[in-house]
């Protein structure tokens, strides 16, 4: 079975510039999360999507930040423009309907400069 | 506010010793804890997960142990080894309604032979 799978890996950006990060989250998986991980912490939650639906968004600063996932399957986090502090691990997370467990993609290291 | 407090933030450790990593949680709500496993540049995997019902919980060399009162829970390694070495995250949350994992900020372990 294959795991979560993000891209790009890697992106490298200039302060003000827009970016986009893709996930793929394990097939058959409803529920998608989006966390942040800063340099030397946990990860902290972004967003959470059932299905298609965006149910906890409330952490997710929209004035830059969006994300959307079309057909309940794939999706796409945007940052529009990228500040310096946007610098971390973006990771996608999916989790079946009544499971417990969320599986981590590899995730997208972003460096602002 | 910081809802799930890690210690400590690093650990050496001598091959074949037992490592033991803590957390404390303030939310009574939660009902799940897990511990996930973070190597550099991978995704945090799941270890070993324990629900509020039972104290303890074994799975190899690994073992949750948890205190509901005191509201604290922690993780033993036993017969530490040098592939052990990685970063661990405590975290914690609801069963139901597929709720996002509250992470503490992790532990580097390193094991030294």
């Known amino acids: 079975e294959a795991g979560v799978v993000q891209s790009p890996r890697y992106k490298i950006i200039e302060k003000k510039q827009p970016v986009a990060f893709w996930c793929n989250p394990i097939s058959g998986h409803n529920t998608l999360y989006w966390y942040r991980q800063n340099l030397g912490q946990g990860p902290e939650l972004l967003i959470r999507y059932e299905n298609e639906e965006a149910v906890d968004d409330s952490q997710l600063p929209k004035d830059r930040f969006s994300a959307e996932r079309l057909k309940g399957v794939d999706s796409t986090l945007k940052i529009q423009p990228a500040e310096l502090g946007d610098s971390a691990v973006y990771l996608c997370a999916s989790m079946s309907w009544g499971s417990n467990e969320q599986f981590f993609g590899p995730g997208t290291r972003l460096t602002v400069l | 506010q910081q809802q799930v407090k890690q210690s400590p933030q690093s650990l050496i450790v001598q091959k074949g010793g037992i490592s033991i990593i803590n957390c404390a949680y303030e939310n009574t709500a939660f009902d799940y804890f897990p511990w996930y496993q973070q190597f550099p540049g991978k995704g945090p995997a799941l270890l070993i997960a324990?629900?509020?019902?039972?104290s303890e919980k074994k799975e190899g060399r690994f073992t949750i142990s948890f205190n509901k009162s005191a509201k604290q829970f922690s993780l033993h390694i036993m017969d530490s080894q040098p592939g052990d070495s990685a970063t661990y995250f405590c975290a914690a949350s609801k069963r139901s309604g597929n709720t996002p994992l509250v992470f503490g900020k992790g532990t580097r372990l390193s094991v030294i032979a």
């Open positions: 324990i629900r509020p019902d039972v």
